[in-house]
């Protein structure tokens, strides 16, 4: 089969690789049909995330069709259409049977944090990814399934993380109604994030970035306010002016480890990689929210962090809240949305290209380049 495979730093490239078989008796393995490319896998492709070998395949955002089933599996039948959470879990252990899907104590020897995660290097499992014509789904009974007939595969293949991760990380934000709630990040996370905010039943919605282009998608897509960090000397009394001057009453950060805005931050965490990333977006997220308000955290983090407001946090008496999301538990909720024509995901989707061209898709999308927002892999499209 032909699969996107890591070459090392900003090298990714298509190669030819076995079929994956069925390990255990509850794997299943899914032909893909589509796939994305999301910001997480970024911080693969810049060569921070710890223990990404070469030769792994990426993908953790897919949908396919289930091509062969282990003998245990009861739930999928070979020719089902299905979606796959980005967390590989067990669904039984302590963790999982508290919804905590993203912190699966069974499928990652190598980690008391996260759980597996396919296509996310050793460190979340070392699992191959779904950036490939097949892919091996352990616990099929689990994660996976079945699409409804009426859902679109876009609208599908985004349930399995970006949106799923945006509604989440509102959710964390324990959003009242008439709030206020303040994204950092107009990716598709962010966009999916303010979108979600309404439905929690916040008053106003103020976006941040600094690609014009994004904040525009999140002026049409997610119908909010938005501010360009970069015409501001300082963002957080931007912000505060626009609330009052007490701050905002939830804050989502939507960027995560790899953030602009900081020069020396940028220098020491991305380019000199001498701490697990730059804190810029989770500070001005402590300092842009009220006293008493709710931080809560989607962007993808390292391990060790210097230099985080924690003790402005403290002082504050704020709620920061954070995990990688449990994707399907947001399934049930973003289904009836979908349904109902609140939302229509598949709008922020900007490019789709063939497997061929993933190492133009991955530059695009770290550059920034040619409007890029989200891009799909399009494995039925020859
Ligand atoms: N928690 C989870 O389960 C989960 C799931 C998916 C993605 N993520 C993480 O969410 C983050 C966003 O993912 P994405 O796919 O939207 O990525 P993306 O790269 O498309 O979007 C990030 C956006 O942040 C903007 N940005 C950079 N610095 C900023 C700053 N200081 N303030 C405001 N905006 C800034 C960038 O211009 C970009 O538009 C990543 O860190 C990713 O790893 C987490
Ligand atoms: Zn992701
Ligand atoms: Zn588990």
Redesign the pocket.
């Given at each position: 089969m032909k699969a996107m495979v890591y070459r090392g730093p900003y090298k990714v490239r298509v190669e030819e690789k076995d079929i994956p078989r069925i390990e255990h008796p509850n794997d299943a393995i899914v032909r893909v049909t589509k796939a994305a490319i999301?910001?997480?896998?970024?911080?693969l492709y810049h060569g921070l995330m710890p223990d990404t070998r070469i030769g792994t395949t990426f993908g953790h955002?897919f949908i396919g069709v289930v091509h062969e089933v282990g003998p245990s599996v009861e739930n999928l039948k070979v020719g089902d259409r299905v979606m796959v959470p980005?967390n590989v879990y067990c669904g039984s252990c302590f963790f999982c049977v508290r919804g905590l899907y993203?912190n699966c104590h069974n499928v990652n020897p190598n980690a008391t944090a996260v759980g597996g995660i396919y296509g996310y290097s050793h460190t979340c499992g070392g699992y191959d990814g779904g950036q490939a014509e097949f892919v091996r789904v352990p616990f099929a009974d689990v994660g996976p399934s079945v699409i409804p007939d009426w859902l679109d595969d876009e609208d599908a293949l985004v349930m399995t993380?970006?949106l799923?991760?945006?509604y989440?990380?509102a959710q964390l934000g324990d959003i009242r109604e008439g709030d206020t709630v303040v994204v950092?990040?107009?990716?598709?996370?962010?966009?999916?994030a303010a979108k979600s905010a309404w439905f929690m039943g916040a008053g106003r919605v103020i976006v941040?970035?600094?690609?014009e282009y994004?904040l525009a998608k999140a002026r049409e897509f997610a119908h909010a306010e938005t501010v360009n960090?970069a015409e501001h000397d300082d963002?957080v009394v931007t912000l505060k002016r626009a609330t009052d001057h007490l701050g905002a009453d939830v804050v989502i950060?939507?960027?995560?480890?790899?953030?602009?805005?900081?020069l020396l931050q940028h220098i020491t965490a991305a380019k000199l990689k001498l701490q697990g990333g730059?804190p810029?977006?989770l500070n001005?997220a402590i300092d842009a929210v009220r006293k008493g308000g709710t931080v809560s955290?989607?962007?993808?983090?390292g391990p060790l962090f210097s230099a985080v407001k924690f003790g402005d946090a403290m002082n504050k008496g704020l709620t920061l809240r954070?995990?990688?999301?449990p994707?399907k538990r947001q399934w049930p909720r973003l289904l009836e949305h979908i349904r109902n024509g609140y939302l229509k995901p598949n709008e922020i989707i900007t490019h789709r290209i063939p497997l061929e061209h993933i190492a133009e898709g991955y530059h695009m999308?770290?550059a920034?380049l040619d409007g890029?927002?989200?891009t799909v892999i399009e494995f039925d499209a020859a």
């Open positions: 999301c910001g997480s896998d970024l911080h955002e980005f993203s993380d970006a799923a991760t945006g989440f990380g950092f990040g107009a990716g598709p996370v962010g966009l999916y941040v970035d600094h690609l994004r960090f963002i950060d939507a960027v995560g480890a790899e953030a602009d805005g900081n730059s810029i977006a001005w955290v989607m962007g993808a983090y954070m995990n990688q999301c994707a999308f770290s920034k890029n927002i989200k």
